[in-house]
């Protein structure tokens, strides 16, 4: 049996001329862009550029001022982050959220909760053959998670004594857990050495792959976008100023101007590379 066959269809999402407001601030402005079901897509851009505002949008803990985010034709603009979880969104965070004091197992556990149909105590007391059924698929999917990231030996280890390229990949493994239909993953390689920031590309890519997921994600290693991205979106004080294949987008003058100032791709090249490696 596959990965994908416990798993839903990978899910489509658009964002459909968002704006954001904070106070008087602008922090994005009719921003429009998709991702296509079973592809990679990456959200990239100047510091301020509004990455995090339009992630925060579209994983529900922002309320666009206006506009519209669907998830496979579906509006889902008001709807608070556990509902989009129910439906297949799940997501990781710029600063490791996990249990550090729990093991890894127990982490990946926790991922699980949002999607179960009975809660903990139901579960506990009814053992009738479908939440026993439904208790063994999870647990088959949190082993082909745990042999799918190669986190196996660490899985009893509390997740405070791990590298932090190993805690990533635990975030992973957490989110997985969930059974996502999209996944959005906010800067996944940042602070990563090159070796932890490759084996976070192999698991992503292996991710829409394998388990026919659709992934969005914020980073700003461009070695990492260009590599592994189907689609990037470049922001810009709040708009979408670029939207194409990667090849496009690094070629586009505007791309490199909201950059550096000037028009010189193989200039921004350059000036990304050096981020990425910080
Ligand atoms: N909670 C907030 N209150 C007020 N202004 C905010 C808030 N969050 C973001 N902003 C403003 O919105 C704009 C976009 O910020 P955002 O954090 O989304 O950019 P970003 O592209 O994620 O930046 P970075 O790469 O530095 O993380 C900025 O001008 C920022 O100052």
């Known amino acids: 049996m596959s990965a994908q066959d416990t798993w839903d269809a990978p899910a489509g999402l658009s964002v459909e001329d968002v704006t954001l407001r904070f106070g008087g601030i602008k ?4 921003v429009t862009f998709s991702a296509q079901p079973g592809s990679i897509t990456a959200v990239i851009g100047p510091n301020g550029a509004g990455k995090t505002s339009v992630f925060n949008c579209i994983s529900g803990f922002y309320r666009p001022s206006s506009g519209r985010i669907m998830l496979d034709g579906q509006d889902v603009t008001r709807l608070r982050p556990p509902r989009r979880a129910t439906l297949g969104m799940a997501r990781s965070f710029q600063n490791i959220a996990l249990f550090r004091g729990m093991t890894v197992l127990d982490n990946i556990k926790l991922g699980r909760h949002g999607h179960m149909k009975t809660n903990l105590l139901q579960a506990f007391f009814y053992a009738g053959p479908a939440a026993r059924e439904e208790e063994a698929l999870r647990r088959e999917v949190e082993e082909r998670i745990i042999d799918f990231l190669e986190i196996d030996h660490i899985r009893n280890m509390p997740v405070s004594v791990l590298s932090y ?3 990533k990949r635990v975030e992973l493994a957490r989110a997985l857990a969930m059974r996502p239909r999209i996944l959005l993953l ?5 602070g990563m050495n090159r070796e932890e920031t ?6 992503i890519l292996d991710v829409k792959e394998e388990w026919g997921v659709t992934i969005l994600m914020v980073e700003h290693d461009m070695g990492l976008v260009m590599d592994i991205s189907d689609h990037v979106t470049v922001l810009n004080f709040g708009q979408v100023i670029a939207s194409g294949k990667p090849a496009e987008v690094q070629a586009d003058p505007q791309v490199a101007a909201a950059y550096l100032g000037s028009g ?9 590379a050096a981020e990425g490696a910080t």
């Open 27 to 30: 922090a994005l402005s009719g």
């Open 165 to 167: 390229g190993l805690q």
């Open 186 to 190: 906010d800067e996944p390689v940042a």
């Open 198 to 203: 490759e084996d976070m590309a192999r698991f």
């Open 264 to 272: 010189d791709p193989a200039a921004l090249m350059k000036r990304l």
